[in-house]
């Protein structure tokens, strides 16, 4: 079973594969990959947020 801690963990490693597509899009200038990815970070960081409480 994993804690929130891990929630929160796996989560943050996620931010950050998704922050790094996002650039590599941006260099690329992939629009839609860059957005998509923007899209799932957020989301993401939406759902952390609500874990810890914070608006």
Do not use: F, P, Y
Not at 19 to 48: F, H, P, V, W, Y
């Amino acid at each position: 079973m994993n804690t929130v801690h891990d929630v929160l963990e796996e989560i943050e490693t996620r931010i950050k594969e998704l922050q790094s597509i996002e650039d590599e899009c941006r260099r690329k200038r992939n629009i839609s990959g860059r957005m998509n990815a923007r899209t799932k970070r957020e989301e993401l960081e939406r759902l952390k947020n609500v874990i810890l409480g914070i608006e």
